[in-house]
Each structure stands twice: as structure tokens, then as C-alpha cells.
């Protein structure tokens, strides 16, 4: 019997907002923070970008709000965009099956 080898789950690109304390402009952030991405997110994104051969993608971004002693954040994943693939359809016995391979 062959042994199961679990993969460790990848870690999230995950990171924290806060609300930013003092405002030096008009147009500075509400919120500010950091992120660790991780290297497989990092990888797919940069497929992505090679496969549209674009300047910009879609990304995932999720957030969940907390708080701790140091008050309220918002905790925010990065994901690559989510593309499904093209599926074929199914037949549905082995004759259509068959009769598609030999067309």
C-alpha cells in the first residue's frame, strides 16, 4: 500500500490595515499597513501578467474586520484572480466517445 503524503496547505498573502493616525494631505490614506506576500502568489500573479502580456490584472482581495489591544484593523488577503478553466464536455457513453476519437 503507497503511503499518503500530504502536502503542506500554502500559506495566505495576507495583511493589516489600519486607520492611519494623522492625515498629512487631503489625499492621504484612511488606512494603512503591510502585507506579506508569498512566493507562490507572487508566481502566479507574474504568470498571469505573462499570459495576457498585459500592464495590469484582477486580483483577489478579501477583508475581515478585528480588533485587538491595539484597536480596530482589517485583516485583507491577496489572491490571484481566479480563472476556470474550459472544461469539455462530458460523454455521456463509450460509444459517443468513440465515435468523437474517430472523427
Not at 32 to 45: D, N, P, S, V
Not at 80 to 97: D, G, M
Request: hydrophobic share 25%; net charge neutral.
Amino acid at each position: 500500500m503507497d503511503d499518503f503524503i500530504e502536502t503542506e496547505p500554502k500559506k495566505r498573502s495576507r495583511g493589516t490595515l489600519r486607520r492611519a493616525e494623522k492625515k498629512s494631505k487631503p489625499k492621504s490614506p484612511d488606512y494603512i499597513g503591510t502585507m506579506k506576500l508569498q512566493r507562490h502568489t507572487f508566481e502566479a500573479i507574474a504568470k498571469q501578467f505573462d499570459q495576457t502580456n498585459g500592464d495590469e490584472i484582477a486580483c483577489g482581495l478579501a477583508g475581515w474586520k478585528n480588533r485587538n489591544g491595539d484597536g480596530p484593523y482589517v485583516t485583507v488577503d491577496l489572491t490571484p484572480r481566479f480563472v476556470s478553466r474550459r472544461t469539455e464536455p462530458t460523454r455521456t457513453n463509450l460509444v459517443e466517445f468513440i465515435s468523437d476519437e474517430e472523427e
